[in-house]
């Protein structure tokens, strides 16, 4: 059958968030790591059953805001002191006061392109495809269904071996995908 | 969340023991009656000092009863489930209004000592007063007074008594009810705390204005009420009440509240700076020129670091706002912040050439917040301290931040 090609993994097809979030930690009591799940909605708890890492993309936005805070400043003080040192109203050539909201704009645009171009990048987008649109259920998972992968790249993967290990948690459907 | 996680947790007893709750009102009963004694000893050894002391900490105490009933509407006409577990402490801080209207009569009767604009002769020789004199009188003072309180204490009323009703009755009625009249509420709130605080701070220099002081006062009432509301619930909690009920989640949200007002506090804080300090008119920039004479330039700093820096810096990360530990000192960092936030604002008046903190000072701090303080643990024991007839409680309860 599929045995020439690569294999993404096994999908099991659950038909409650309870069993799925059982056999999430069956699947991490037996070792394994490598592992997702597709639910129609967010499930409470899957992330510390799963043992997924809290996100580093808050750092990301840290390093934005930072940059664009710093850019800012920069900015107004070099074209406004250097480069065209100008008196307008009285004014100093630079200061904090008129230069705030110039700071926080560039603040708030960058934490936000660090946000989205940070999220995008931590999954991995943009993709054209992805493996589990090989599982012939997958819009089960937008609708009713509960799947969860293990994926072949984990250590303890053996084809037959984590097909009976889910089929015992009681998926109602496994298959195995192609990559 | 299914009930197949949950069918096992520990619920929570839902009227406050009355050990604890004896204990509580003792230790309250004790501050009121020194602070009253001290208050009442210092205005008849110094009624100059008295009243702006006096002012400082009814506006302090006026702010988070203001806060907390712009909450309470908020959650209504969101239809939040999260906060209705918390939403009964609320209610027994906002139905404080009507003893807020008797701590305003020392206000009242002190208006010649407070507002220049009080003194007839004054006015007659000033024309900016001259001017401004339709509104600033005593009688308009007075009966906007009694409006503003009618206002405040008919809402908070309705609303608490509503909440109250649905405990035994479960009737969906009053959630509608509710939702309806806290919409005309936010507009008539948001007037009203905005005159407010126009009659009884901004006119202490009635030649000033600025059109977004009452937003810059409300966002400040309203940081401290989170902060004395996320504060008693950890006091609470270190007394075995309401422990299971609210959970990390319910304080994480407050964490996200505390944290967005530090920065819409500042927000405001700066546009007002920044559009007076920019258009340079002198009747505009006295009030930073007070500001930023002698010590109180070192106060307007705390207020810039303090105030925002420190408390934005230890708010930011996730992991900080479900702390209880960072919550627990937060706080009071908050409440102190928002007591040197309403003196800067009263003070400058009073003192040109510096800070001069007073041991009056203090002594109407904890007779105000003690009389508050007082209001609010009588309430608690005469109904449950959790809405327990609201249709989203048990979903509130269940509340995780995803």
């Known amino acids: 059958m599929a045995d020439q090609s690569p294999i993404h993994g096994v999908v099991a097809d659950f038909d409650s968030p309870d069993t799925l979030l059982d056999a999430v930690k069956a699947a991490r009591a037996k070792g394994y790591t490598k592992m997702e799940a597709y639910t129609p909605f967010p499930i409470h708890g899957i992330d510390e059953a799963m043992g997924a890492k809290q996100s580093i993309l808050g750092y990301i936005v840290l390093c934005g805001s930072a940059t664009g805070f710093t850019t800012a400043i920069l900015l107004q003080w070099w074209t406004g002191t250097i480069v065209y040192p100008l008196v307008i109203s009285g004014k100093p050539l630079f200061a904090f006061e008129f230069g705030f909201p110039i700071i926080f704009e560039l603040t708030v645009l960058l934490s936000a392109f660090g946000a989205v171009f940070g999220m995008l990048g931590l999954n991995g987008l943009p993709r054209l495809n992805h493996p589990i649109f090989n599982y012939s259920g997958v819009a089960g998972s937008s609708d009713d269904r509960f799947l969860l992968v293990i994926e072949a790249s984990d250590r303890n993967f053996e084809v037959t071996a984590t097909r009976d290990f889910l089929a015992s948690l009681g998926a109602e459907k496994l298959e195995v995908i192609e990559a | ?402």
């Open chain 2, 1 to 402: 969340m299914s009930k197949h996680h949950h069918h096992d947790a520990p619920k929570d007893n839902y009227q406050i023991p009355v050990a604890t709750w004896e204990k509580g009102r003792n230790v309250i009963l004790a501050l009121f009656v020194i602070s009253w004694v001290a208050a009442l000893a210092g205005f008849s050894l110094d009624h100059k000092q008295f009243f702006p002391s006096y002012l400082v900490a009814f506006y302090f105490g006026a702010g988070i009863t203001i806060g907390s009933a712009l909450f309470i509407m908020i959650q209504h006409l969101t239809g939040s489930a999260w906060s209705v577990p918390l939403r009964r402490l609320m209610e027994n801080i906002m139905m404080n209004m009507p003893v807020l209207a008797v701590l305003f009569l020392p206000i009242a009767f002190g208006i010649h000592e407070l507002y220049e604009w009080s003194h007839a002769d004054v006015v007659a020789n000033d024309p900016l007063l001259l001017k401004k004199a339709a509104f600033l009188n005593p009688t308009a003072f007075y009966i906007r007074a009694v409006i503003y309180f009618a206002i405040w204490s008919y809402w908070a009323w309705r609303l608490s008594s509503w909440s109250r009703s649905q405990d035994a009755s479960k009737d969906l009625n009053f959630t509608f009810k509710s939702e309806r009249l806290s919409a005309p509420g936010m507009l008539l709130f948001f007037l009203s705390a905005s005159l407010a605080s126009v009659d009884w701070i901004m006119s202490l220099q009635p030649h000033w204005y600025s059109t977004i002081f009452g937003i810059y006062c409300m966002a400040g009432g309203m940081w401290a009420f989170f902060a004395i509301l996320t504060f008693t619930l950890l006091r609470l909690r270190a007394n075995g009440i309401l422990a299971n009920s609210v959970t990390i989640e319910h304080y994480h949200d407050m964490g996200k509240w505390m944290f967005a007002l530090t920065v819409f506090w500042a927000y405001i804080a700066f546009s007002q700076y920044m559009l007076i300090w920019y258009a340079n008119l002198p009747e505009e920039t006295i009030f930073f020129k007070v500001r930023r004479t002698g010590t109180w330039e070192m106060v307007s700093a705390v207020l810039l670091f303090g105030h925002f820096a420190a408390t934005f810096l230890t708010l930011l990360a996730r992991a900080s706002k479900r702390s209880l530990n960072v919550l627990r000192f937060i706080t009071v960092w908050i409440l102190c912040m928002h007591y040197v936030d309403v003196y800067w604002l009263v003070m400058p008046n009073f003192s040109k050439a510096g800070i001069a903190p007073h041991w009056m000072d203090l002594a109407c701090f904890v007779a105000v917040m003690s009389t508050l303080a007082l209001g609010f643990w009588w309430r608690l024991r005469s109904a449950p301290i959790v809405p327990v007839g609201d249709p989203r409680f048990q979903k509130g309860l269940e509340f995780q931040n995803v």
